[in-house]
C-alpha cells in the first residue's frame, strides 16, 4: 500500500515538474525574468519559488535534512515581497533557479523512500507531497496566466478543446433541503475545504451552462457597461476607474469582437465561455440579465448533491477522479470548451461543466467552515479569510485535476481578471413576497 502510494507520489510530483518545464522552457531567458504585467511575478520567480516552498516542507520539515539554500527564503516568501517588486530583487538567475529546483527534487524523491506515512498529520496519506504537488500546479496555472500576457508570437501549442455534442441551454431548479458541504474525508483537501458539514440551501435555478461570449456580447451592445443601475456601487466605481469595457483581451473587430489568447489573434467564439471578466463584472451581467450569481453552497449544491441518492459526490460525475472525458482541466487545451463538450462531465441534476472550462465567480466572501483549523499554516487560507475576497469554484482549462476537487476554493479579489474566470447564474426559486 504504502509502495504505491510512493510510486503515485513520485509520478505527480515529475508529471507537474515536466509541466512546469513546459512552461519555463517556452521562451528565452530574457523573457523569463521579465516582468510581463505588474499583477505577475517574473517566471524565474515562481520557478525558484516553488523550489524553495517544496524545500521547506519536504526537505527540512518532513525530511528533517539541512537547508539547501537558506539564504534565499526570504526572496521567494511570497508575503515579504509583493509580486510588482520581484523583478527588483536578487532573484536566482534561469540557470541558477533550474539547478536549485533539481537539486531540491532530487533529495526530495530520495527522502520519499523512507517516509512514515502515519504518526504524522503532515504526512498521513503523502499529504505534504500533495499539498506541494498542489502548490506547484497552482503556480503552473500562475504562469500560463502570465503567458497571457505577455506579448509576442505564440510559444505555447495544443489542440482545440472538444466541440459540443449535445445542447446545453436554460436552467436547473435544485430543490430546497440540506445537504454536505466541503470534506472530512478527501486525503489531500486544503483546511478551506473542511471539515464536511450540512447546509440547508433554499431552493433556486443555476444556469446548465457558463455564460457565453455571445451572451456577454448582448449585455455590452444593450449598453450594459454605460448604465450603473446593472452595478454594485463598488463595482461602478471600479468600471469607471479601470476604464473596463469588455471583458480582458478583448478588442472591437469590424462590427464584432477578436480576442488575443496566447499569441493568437481571432474573432471571439460566440459559443464558449466568457473569460478574463471581474467579480463585478459578472455581478453586473447577472443583474442585468435579471439574475444573480450564486452562493458557494448554491454552486457545490449543483455541482456534488445527488437528489436520487441524498449523497453529496466527490464530482459532478461521481467519486472517481477526473478523466480527460469529464472535464476541460490540466492545460490539454488552451481555451475553454463550448458547452456541452463534456456530457459526461454533467452533474445529476444535470448542470454542466461545473469542473474545468473556466473557474466560476461566486457572490460568497472567503471564510472558514464552521469548525474550521488551520492546516499545516495560518498563511494558507486563514489571513485571506474576510470580505476582501470572493470565491471561485470549478477550476479552468488551467487547473491541474490534482488542484481542483468538487469541495476546492480559489478565492480572489472582486477586480482580478488576469486569472482564467467566467461564471454563470442562478436566481431564487420563490422569489420574495413583498413585504
Ligand atoms: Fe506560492
Known amino acids: 500500500m504504502t509502495g504505491r502510494l510512493r510510486a503515485h507520489l513520485a509520478a505527480e510530483l515529475e508529471r507537474t515538474r515536466a509541466r512546469t518545464a513546459l512552461l519555463t522552457d517556452a521562451v528565452d531567458d530574457a523573457d523569463l525574468v521579465r516582468q510581463h504585467s505588474p499583477l505577475m511575478s517574473p517566471l524565474v520567480w515562481d520557478l525558484a519559488h516553488v523550489g524553495n516552498q517544496e524545500e521547506l516542507w519536504l526537505v527540512r520539515d518532513v525530511g528533517g535534512r539541512e537547508p539547501v539554500r537558506r539564504d534565499i527564503d526570504e526572496l521567494y516568501d511570497a508575503f515579504k515581497h509583493p509580486r510588482r517588486d520581484r523583478p527588483q530583487l536578487p532573484l536566482l538567475s534561469p540557470a541558477e533557479a533550474r539547478g536549485y529546483v533539481r537539486t531540491v527534487r532530487d533529495k526530495v524523491l530520495d527522502l520519499l523512500d523512507g517516509v512514515p506515512f502515519s504518526g504524522r498529520r503532515l504526512t498521513a496519506d503523502g499529504f ?5 504537488v498542489q502548490h506547484e500546479q497552482q503556480h503552473d496555472e500562475t504562469m500560463l496566466a502570465t503567458h497571457q500576457l505577455r506579448l509576442g508570437p505564440a510559444v505555447l501549442h495544443a489542440l482545440p478543446p472538444p466541440r459540443a455534442t449535445v445542447g446545453v441551454s436554460g436552467e436547473v431548479l435544485i430543490p430546497a433541503g440540506p445537504f454536505t458541504m466541503g470534506t472530512s474525508t478527501e486525503p489531500w483537501a486544503l483546511d478551506n475545504e473542511r471539515p464536511a458539514h450540512a447546509v440547508d440551501v433554499p431552493a433556486f435555478f443555476i444556469d446548465a451552462g457558463c455564460v457565453t461570449n455571445g451572451e456577454y456580447a448582448a449585455f455590452i451592445a444593450d449598453g450594459g457597461y454605460d448604465q450603473p443601475r446593472w452595478w454594485s456601487e463598488a463595482g461602478w466605481r471600479h468600471r469607471v476607474e479601470a ?9 472591437r473587430d469590424g462590427d464584432g469582437w477578436a480576442y488575443t489568447r496566447f499569441g493568437r489573434t481571432e474573432p471571439v467564439d460566440p459559443g464558449e465561455p466568457v473569460v478574463h471578466v471581474c467579480f463585478h463584472e459578472a455581478q453586473a451581467y447577472a443583474a442585468w440579465a435579471g439574475k444573480r450569481l450564486p452562493t458557494e453552497a448554491e454552486w457545490e449544491k449543483a455541482a456534488r448533491y445527488d437528489p436520487a441518492t441524498g449523497r453529496t459526490r466527490r464530482y459532478p460525475w461521481g467519486d472517481g477522479s477526473p478523466l480527460p472525458h469529464h472535464a476541460n482541466l490540466g492545460q490539454r487545451h488552451l481555451a475553454p470548451a463550448p458547452a456541452g463538450a463534456y456530457p459526461l462531465g454533467a452533474s445529476p441534476a444535470g448542470v454542466y461543466q461545473l469542473i474545468g472550462d473556466v473557474w466560476e465567480w461566486t457572490a460568497s466572501d472567503f471564510t472558514g467552515y464552521p469548525g474550521f ?15 476582501r475576497y470572493k470565491v471561485l469554484r470549478g477550476g479552468s482549462f488551467g487547473t491541474d485535476a490534482t488542484a481542483c ?5 480559489n478565492w480572489d479579489f472582486p477586480i482580478r481578471r488576469q486569472i482564467f474566470a467566467g461564471f454563470r447564474c442562478a436566481r431564487d426559486a420563490t422569489p420574495a413576497e413583498p413585504g
Open 243 to 251: 476604464g473596463l469595457v469588455a471583458p480582458m483581451h478583448w478588442r
Open 405 to 409: 476537487r468538487g469541495t476546492f476554493r
Open 373 to 387: 483549523a488551520a492546516f499545516p499554516y495560518r498563511e494558507y487560507s486563514q489571513v485571506f479569510f474576510g470580505p
Open 128 to 132: 505534504a507531497f500533495g499539498m506541494i
